[in-house]
Every structure is written in structure tokens, then in C-alpha cells.
């Protein structure tokens, strides 16, 4: 077939007058929608206009055009540096599509072909021009608006909520919004940008985890794909492991493991994370390769074993939650039997040193006169003892050493200096780290009041207390509490609130006196005192003499006596979160003088419990029972006259009355596991404050 080349001026009047008189019915131009017929081989007969295809564009594959023509055969087309307006025009001729140009598209346009274009072609390069010129076509109704794509946005596009499904055919510039699951929208926002077209532009919204995508049709299917390849859950792509060690230490295993598998790729080690467990002595693997966690599994076998040096080393192991001293004494007890020794002068030295050894091991018979003559190591002291040996069922003996183990105390610095072998200085830290741990705290918060009794509460306050409520089980009350009282006092355990409720119903009738409302914060197994006294001087001894001048002097000799509350409270925590609470309560108020001999002296009431008792963290304990009744005898009348005896009642009023109270004490205990919640029991003491003095904002 021979093809013949037109000029831009002959090849669009040429094109004018085939869509004129294509308009005829049964005319069916030969030359330029027509293929010839078949064996035809007069190349004179055959005449293509020529046109070139625009480079082919793998993204818009996806994109299917809605417009095709009929009854079109193969076109040839060839425009050098022609007006954008110019090829606009002839390709919606032959497309035979309406369309309104916006005044500031503008442009040169020059394609070429070597071979002939079919007619489901013309779409996809009208579009490629359009694109080349930043240009888009947005159809709206029956009419396709040819605007700059920049302003594209702003009109009124198409906009997909969906992630999957095929682009609508047609709109080259799509919204497309995009609910992203396990990723942060402004992280994955930086992974796309590279890939949004000049004129495309990417969108975030925080609140929702939003992604809003507006770009040419073939860029937002590409976007798409990135999303589906980064937005999947964290943990369908990385696996974990643990991996107890038994004879390295986990902070420097993770040091050379990080060296190993850097070895093997530097940037990405891998694909592998090392994080050490220090409590446990365990390492933790993360990763997304499978195999990385064999080639972990087998370098740890090599690895962790134990040390074949016998030779000692000094290791320094600061102590984080709990005192140097008291850690060395419980290691001398576990690693010597228990024995107690004499402690070396703190006040001198500053330190504890001491020493240990195995006597089974191989060179115990060497150095057995050089050991006794070595100072020996004190005892540990019982509260850290009792707190800590609950903390972990591991067995540790002397039996577990291979040879002699030195500590050191440096108590200026709260640690410990050990001079061991590497295999015993491994037993011993694994003993560490369950001794040094976080200590545990107690909120107690208690209410001291005074309930004046009357006919309907003369049993007392719990009396009233079960009979407004359901009745309390003394047996069961029995089986939770462990507690030894003074006679006639009692114990309940019962509903915060409920207290609280009859409490108040007794306030409305003016019978509470509140004593004290004191709440501490007690860490565990240490006792924590209360102490809101007044002190009373009490004459002791006098002495009376006569000096040389025979003048008689009296010599009195005072002391002072703490009158008011006085709590002491020492909790115990175990494992299962049961606090066991050592409580001793005084309170003591002046009373009336008594005389003695020629003298008269202060007296003083005391009311005092000692028990001790176990309940759940968050329960209220009402220690009541104490009751005290009080006389008085009241005479008014005409005076003097209503003190005669016999006739005397003529003259006034006798009044004796009597009045009981009782003391009851209400305990809460709160146990704080750790910071978080001291810091919200602050924050919660710090609002109250406020709202009493707002000043103290």
C-alpha cells in the first residue's frame, strides 16, 4: 500500500469535507474511513491521512473510554507544532463528541506515525494530548469541559469512596478518598508524594485517618496499589520470639546480635529487631523473615552457653529500685546458709565487702585459711527479706558457685561491685533482677470519727449498719480477715459507699464527730506513721528543801505527753494484690484533774487498738466496738444556799447525765502498682486542693 503525506493546511480542509458529507446518508467516503476492499492491491486507490500515536501509557489501560464511533476505517494523522484549539477541534469532529474549551488552555501540538490507528484509538491519544498540555476532560451531562487540569479540583469531578473496582471511564481526574486501617495518614502521605502527578495533590486528615488522593485517572489506580501494599496490619508482616537466656547476659547479647545480623545487611539488619528483657534475662526478636528467626535460633545455641573462663572479673551492677545494702545482706543469706556476720564500720568505710565461695568447688581447699581470715558479710535485713522472697520460685544455693564471689557495696552511689567468674556472676545477677524490682505502694486512706449513741444505736454503729442493710456473715468475715483486737471491739468488711451512706444518715441527726480524715501513702512492708498530737506538760517529781538561808524551794520536774492520734501502719502486698495491714491506733484526749496527796494532776483518756488484718485492695475495713461513756453532774440554783445538805435540792436542779460514743475507724486500702498510678492519685489530691483553696491554682 502506498501512503500519501499531506500538509497541516490540506490535511484539515481534506478532514472538514469528510465529516460534510459523511452527514449524507449512504455515502461512505473510500479514501479516508474506508479500508480498501479486499485484494485490491492499486495503491493509488488507498489514501490515509497520517497521524502519530502518542507513546503508549501502561496506566490508562485501566481507563475505558465511554465514546466510540462508528462506521470509521484506519486513519494515518501527522501535525507538526499545530494549535492545541486546532487538533482539539478535529478530533471531537471525529469523535463526534460536544465539548467547551476553557479560554486558558492553549498549546503546540506535534505527533506523528509510522502505521495506521484504528478508531477505539482516537479516545486514548485525544486524552494523551490533552494530558501532554496539562489539560483534562471532565464530562458533564452531554458536554466534555476541556480545563486546565490545576483547576480541575475545584469542579465538580467525579469522587470514589471505594478502594477497589475499576476507575469510571472518562473522568481523567478523580477524588479519590481512601480510609487507611493500620498505617498513619501523614506517614504513608510522604511515601505517595514522589508518585502524585505536578498538578495532583494528596490530602490528610488526622482525626479520622483519612487520605484524600485528587489526580489524572492512570495515578490514582497507582496510588491505590502503593496503599494496599503498605495499609495491611503490622502484625500479619512481623513476627515476635522470646529467647530466655541461661547463661549470657540479654543487654550485651543484643549489642552482638545487632553486630551479627548488621553484618548481613547494614542498613535493615536483616529485617531484625533485638529489644532485651532485662527482668526476665530474655531477648526479644522482632522481624518479617521467617528464616531470620532460624539463623537467631542457631547462633543463640552457639552463643549462650557458659563460660569457660575460671578466671574472676569485676562487674558493677547499679541498684534501680531498692537499697545496695539491704540486696547485699539477702545475697550473703541465699549464697552463705544464712549465717549472720560482723558488719564492717559503714561510718568509716562507706562500703560492705563481702566475700563467698562455694565449699564443694575445686579450689575451695586452697583458699579455706585465707576465707576465715576474710572479713565476714552482715546479715540482711527482714523487711527487704520478707518483700523480696516472694518475688520469684527460683532455687539459689551456695552448691550453684564455681568459685569465690566478692561484693562490695558502694553506698554513695547505691550499687554493687561483684568480683566473680562470668558463669557465677550470671547466677548472681539472675538472682538480682528479681530482687531488684519496683517496690509496691499503698494508698491507705482512713476516717477516725466519734458517733454519739443513743436508745435506738446503743449496740453501735455496725448494729445500725447491718440492720439498714443486708446482715453480715461473721463467719465469712472470719475466713477474710486475719485479726487480733482488744475486748469488746469488732471488725466489718463492707461497701465503701454503703459506710459512706450511714454515715451521712447520722451526720443529718448531729451525732458524728470527725476526728481525723488522714490518707498516706505507705511503699510495702514499711511501717508509715500518723501523728497528730498535742503536747501536755505533766509534773513527774517535786522536791522541796530548805536552803542555807532557811527558805524552803520546790523543784518540779516536767514532761511532756503526746495527747491527740497517733497511727502507725505497715502493709504487706502479695502477688495476688491481698494486702495484709499491721495497724496500731492511739487517741487520747486530757481529762479532769485528780487530786493526790496536797497536789492535783491531769488525767487523760486513751483509746488504742492493735491488729492486724488482710483485705483486697479497694475494700473498707470498720474497726468500731470501742464505746465510752461519760458522767456528769450539773447543780443550778440559788447560791450557796443550793449546796446545803438535805434542803439543799429546795433551793435548785440536780442533772446527772450520761452520754456513750463510739470510735470507729475506717480503713481503704488502694495498691498502686506503678507510676501511672501515683501520678493519677496526685493529679486527683491536687483537684481537691484547688477546690478548697483556689488560690493554689
Same mark, same amino acid.
Request: hydrophobic content about 40%; some cysteine.
Given at each position: 500500500?502506498?501512503?500519501?503525506?499531506?500538509?497541516?493546511?490540506?490535511?484539515?480542509?481534506?478532514?472538514?469535507?469528510?465529516?460534510?458529507?459523511?452527514?449524507?446518508?449512504?455515502?461512505?467516503?473510500?479514501?479516508?474511513?474506508?479500508?480498501?476492499?479486499?485484494?485490491?492491491?492499486?495503491?493509488? &486507490?488507498?489514501?490515509?491521512?497520517?497521524?502519530?500515536?502518542?507513546?503508549?501509557n501502561d496506566a490508562t489501560a485501566t481507563v475505558q473510554p465511554e465514546e466510540k464511533s462508528s462506521g470509521m476505517g484506519k486513519l494515518v494523522f501527522n501535525f507538526d507544532n499545530a494549535e492545541l484549539a486546532e487538533v482539539i477541534r478535529t478530533l471531537a469532529d471525529l469523535l463526534r463528541i460536544n465539548y467547551m474549551l476553557d479560554p486558558a488552555v492553549g498549546?503546540?501540538?506535534?505527533?506523528?506515525?509510522?502505521?495506521?490507528?484504528?478508531?477505539?484509538? !482516537?479516545?486514548?491519544?485525544?486524552?494523551?494530548?490533552?494530558?501532554?498540555?496539562?489539560?483534562?476532560?471532565?464530562?458533564?451531562?452531554?458536554?466534555?469541559?476541556?480545563?486546565?487540569?490545576?483547576?480541575?479540583?475545584?469542579?465538580? +469531578?467525579?469522587?470514589?469512596?471505594?478502594?477497589?473496582?475499576?476507575?469510571?471511564?472518562?473522568?481523567?481526574?478523580?477524588?479519590?478518598?481512601?480510609? !487507611?486501617?493500620?498505617?498513619?495518614?501523614?506517614?504513608?502521605?510522604?511515601?505517595?508524594?514522589?508518585?502524585?502527578?505536578?498538578?495532583?495533590?494528596?490530602?490528610?486528615? %488526622?482525626?479520622? &485517618? !483519612?487520605?484524600?488522593?485528587?489526580?489524572?485517572?492512570?495515578?490514582?489506580?497507582?496510588?491505590?496499589?502503593?496503599?494496599?501494599?503498605?495499609?495491611?496490619?503490622?502484625?500479619?508482616?512481623?513476627?515476635?520470639?522470646?529467647?530466655?537466656?541461661?547463661?549470657?547476659?540479654?543487654?550485651?547479647?543484643?549489642?552482638?546480635?545487632?553486630?551479627?545480623?548488621?553484618?548481613?545487611?547494614?542498613?535493615?539488619?536483616?529485617?531484625?529487631?533485638?529489644?532485651? +528483657?532485662?527482668?526476665?534475662?530474655?531477648?526479644?526478636?522482632?522481624?518479617?523473615?521467617?528464616?531470620?528467626?532460624?539463623?537467631?535460633?542457631?547462633?543463640?545455641?552457639?552463643?549462650?552457653?557458659?563460660?569457660?573462663?575460671?578466671?574472676?572479673?569485676?562487674?558493677?551492677?547499679?541498684?534501680? &529500685?531498692?537499697?545496695?545494702?539491704?540486696?547485699?545482706?539477702?545475697?550473703?543469706?541465699?549464697?552463705?546458709?544464712?549465717?549472720?556476720?560482723?558488719?564492717?564500720?559503714?561510718?568509716?568505710?562507706?562500703?560492705?565487702?563481702?566475700?563467698?565461695?562455694?565449699?564443694?568447688?575445686?579450689?575451695?581447699?586452697?583458699?579455706?585459711?585465707?576465707?576465715?581470715?576474710?572479713?565476714?558479710?552482715?546479715?540482711?535485713?527482714?523487711?527487704?527479706?520478707?518483700?523480696?522472697?516472694?518475688?520469684?520460685?527460683?532455687?539459689?544455693?551456695?552448691?550453684?558457685?564455681?568459685?569465690?564471689?566478692?561484693?562490695?557495696?558502694?553506698?554513695?552511689?547505691?550499687?554493687?561491685?561483684?568480683?566473680?567468674?562470668?558463669?557465677?556472676?550470671?547466677?548472681?545477677?539472675?538472682?538480682?533482677?528479681?530482687?531488684? +524490682?519496683?517496690?509496691?505502694?499503698?494508698?491507705?486512706?482512713?476516717?477516725?470519727?466519734?458517733?454519739?449513741?443513743?436508745?435506738?444505736?446503743?449496740?453501735?454503729?455496725?448494729?445500725?449498719?447491718?440492720?439498714?442493710?443486708?446482715?453480715?456473715?461473721?463467719?465469712?468475715?472470719?475466713?477474710?480477715?486475719?485479726?487480733?483486737?482488744?475486748?469488746?471491739?469488732?471488725?466489718?468488711?463492707?461497701?465503701?459507699?454503703?459506710?459512706?451512706?450511714?454515715?451521712?444518715?447520722?451526720?443529718?441527726?448531729?451525732?458524728?464527730?470527725?476526728?481525723?480524715?488522714? =490518707?498516706?501513702?505507705?511503699?510495702?512492708?514499711?511501717?508509715?506513721?500518723?501523728?497528730?498530737?498535742?503536747?501536755?506538760? +505533766?509534773?513527774?517529781?517535786?522536791?522541796?528543801?530548805?536552803?542555807?538561808?532557811?527558805?524552803?524551794?520546790?523543784?518540779?520536774?516536767?514532761?511532756?505527753?503526746?495527747?491527740?492520734?497517733?497511727?502507725?501502719?505497715?502493709?504487706?502486698?502479695?502477688?495476688?494484690?491481698?494486702?495484709?495491714?499491721?495497724?496500731?491506733?492511739?487517741?487520747?484526749?486530757?481529762?479532769?484533774?485528780?487530786?493526790?496527796?496536797?497536789?492535783?494532776?491531769?488525767?487523760?483518756?486513751?483509746?488504742?487498738?492493735?491488729?492486724?488484718?488482710?483485705?483486697?485492695?479497694?475494700?473498707?475495713?470498720?474497726?468500731?466496738?470501742?464505746? =465510752?461513756?461519760?458522767?456528769?453532774?450539773?447543780?443550778?440554783?440559788?447560791?450557796?444556799?443550793?449546796?446545803?445538805?438535805?434542803?439543799?435540792?429546795?433551793?435548785?436542779?440536780?442533772?446527772?447525765?450520761?452520754?456513750?460514743? %463510739?470510735?470507729?475507724?475506717?480503713?481503704?486500702?488502694?495498691?498502686?502498682?506503678?507510676?501511672?498510678?501515683?501520678?493519677?492519685?496526685?493529679?486527683?489530691?491536687?483537684?481537691?486542693?484547688?477546690?478548697?483553696?483556689?488560690?493554689?491554682?
Amino acid at each position: 500500500m502506498k501512503t500519501i503525506f499531506y500538509n497541516k493546511k490540506w490535511l484539515l480542509a481534506m478532514m472538514c469535507l469528510m465529516v460534510i458529507v459523511s452527514g449524507f446518508p449512504g455515502y461512505a467516503p473510500s479514501a479516508w474511513a474506508q479500508s480498501p476492499p479486499a485484494g485490491d492491491t492499486d495503491s493509488e &486507490n488507498a489514501v490515509s491521512p497520517v497521524i502519530a500515536e502518542a507513546p503508549e501509557n501502561d496506566a490508562t489501560a485501566t481507563v475505558q473510554p465511554e465514546e466510540k464511533s462508528s462506521g470509521m476505517g484506519k486513519l494515518v494523522f501527522n501535525f507538526d507544532n499545530a494549535e492545541l484549539a486546532e487538533v482539539i477541534r478535529t478530533l471531537a469532529d471525529l469523535l463526534r463528541i460536544n465539548y467547551m474549551l476553557d479560554p486558558a488552555v492553549g498549546g503546540k501540538v506535534t505527533i506523528h506515525t509510522a502505521g495506521e490507528l484504528d478508531q477505539n484509538d !482516537l479516545f486514548p491519544i485525544f486524552y494523551q494530548i490533552l494530558e501532554v498540555n496539562g489539560v483534562t476532560a471532565i464530562k458533564r451531562d452531554n458536554i466534555y469541559h476541556l480545563v486546565p487540569m490545576k483547576d480541575a479540583a475545584r469542579l465538580p +469531578i467525579t469522587s470514589r469512596m471505594n478502594r477497589t473496582g475499576k476507575i469510571p471511564a472518562g473522568d481523567r481526574v478523580v477524588i479519590q478518598v481512601i480510609r !487507611l486501617k493500620s498505617v498513619s495518614a501523614q506517614e504513608i502521605a510522604k511515601v505517595l508524594t514522589p508518585f502524585v502527578s505536578a498538578e495532583g495533590s494528596i490530602v490528610t486528615q %488526622e482525626n479520622t &485517618n !483519612l487520605l484524600v488522593a485528587v489526580d489524572k485517572a492512570d495515578n490514582i489506580a497507582k496510588i491505590l496499589r502503593l496503599v494496599d501494599v503498605f495499609d495491611s496490619d503490622i502484625f500479619d508482616r512481623v513476627n515476635y520470639r522470646f529467647y530466655p537466656l541461661q547463661y549470657g547476659d540479654v543487654e550485651t547479647m543484643v549489642e552482638t546480635m545487632d553486630k551479627v545480623f548488621t553484618a548481613y545487611g547494614p542498613s535493615t539488619k536483616a529485617g531484625m529487631t533485638f529489644i532485651p +528483657i532485662v527482668r526476665l534475662n530474655t531477648l526479644l526478636a522482632v522481624g518479617s523473615q521467617p528464616k531470620a528467626f532460624d539463623a537467631v535460633e542457631k547462633f543463640l545455641k552457639q552463643y549462650d552457653v557458659p563460660s569457660q573462663s575460671t578466671e574472676p572479673s569485676i562487674y558493677f551492677y547499679p541498684v534501680r &529500685n531498692g537499697q545496695a545494702s539491704d540486696i547485699a545482706g539477702i545475697l550473703n543469706q541465699v549464697f552463705t546458709g544464712g549465717k549472720k556476720e560482723a558488719a564492717t564500720d559503714k561510718k568509716k568505710s562507706q562500703k560492705t565487702e563481702s566475700s563467698f565461695r562455694n565449699p564443694l568447688s575445686r579450689d575451695a581447699k586452697y583458699k579455706k585459711q585465707e576465707t576465715d581470715q576474710r572479713q565476714k558479710p552482715p546479715a540482711a535485713k527482714p523487711s527487704l527479706g520478707q518483700s523480696a522472697g516472694g518475688a520469684g520460685g527460683d532455687s539459689f544455693g551456695s552448691g550453684t558457685l564455681n568459685g569465690e564471689v566478692r561484693i562490695t557495696e558502694d553506698e554513695a552511689r547505691n550499687s554493687l561491685v561483684i568480683e566473680a567468674a562470668p558463669a557465677d556472676y550470671q547466677i548472681i545477677k539472675n538472682l538480682l533482677t528479681k530482687l531488684d +524490682i519496683l517496690p509496691r505502694q499503698v494508698l491507705i486512706e482512713m476516717m477516725i470519727a466519734e458517733i454519739g449513741l443513743d436508745e435506738a444505736s446503743r449496740l453501735g454503729v455496725s448494729w445500725k449498719y447491718n440492720k439498714e442493710g443486708p446482715s453480715m456473715d461473721t463467719s465469712l468475715i472470719s475466713a477474710k480477715i486475719n485479726t487480733t483486737l482488744n475486748p469488746g471491739m469488732e471488725v466489718l468488711v463492707g461497701n465503701p459507699d454503703r459506710w459512706s451512706a450511714t454515715l451521712n444518715a447520722l451526720a443529718t441527726e448531729n451525732r458524728v464527730n470527725i476526728l481525723s480524715t488522714p =490518707r498516706i501513702l505507705a511503699s510495702n512492708s514499711l511501717p508509715a506513721t500518723i501523728d497528730i498530737s498535742q503536747e501536755i506538760p +505533766i509534773t513527774t517529781t517535786q522536791y522541796q528543801y530548805t536552803d542555807t538561808g532557811n527558805s524552803d524551794l520546790l523543784e518540779t520536774s516536767i514532761e511532756y505527753r503526746d495527747t491527740g492520734l497517733l497511727l502507725t501502719v505497715t502493709p504487706n502486698i502479695n502477688e495476688q494484690g491481698l494486702v495484709t495491714m499491721e495497724i496500731s491506733q492511739e487517741i487520747s484526749e486530757l481529762g479532769p484533774n485528780i487530786d493526790a496527796g496536797n497536789s492535783s494532776y491531769p488525767s487523760f483518756y486513751k483509746r488504742a487498738t492493735d491488729t492486724t488484718l488482710t483485705v483486697q485492695s479497694g475494700q473498707t475495713i470498720v474497726i468500731g466496738g470501742i464505746i =465510752r461513756e461519760s458522767k456528769n453532774a450539773d447543780v443550778a440554783g440559788t447560791p450557796w444556799l443550793v449546796t446545803l445538805p438535805v434542803v439543799g435540792w429546795l433551793f435548785g436542779t440536780h442533772t446527772d447525765a450520761s452520754k456513750k460514743t %463510739e470510735l470507729i475507724i475506717m480503713i481503704s486500702p488502694y495498691v498502686l502498682d506503678d507510676f501511672d498510678d501515683v501520678d493519677a492519685v496526685t493529679q486527683e489530691f491536687k483537684k481537691k486542693a484547688v477546690n478548697l483553696f483556689p488560690e493554689a491554682k
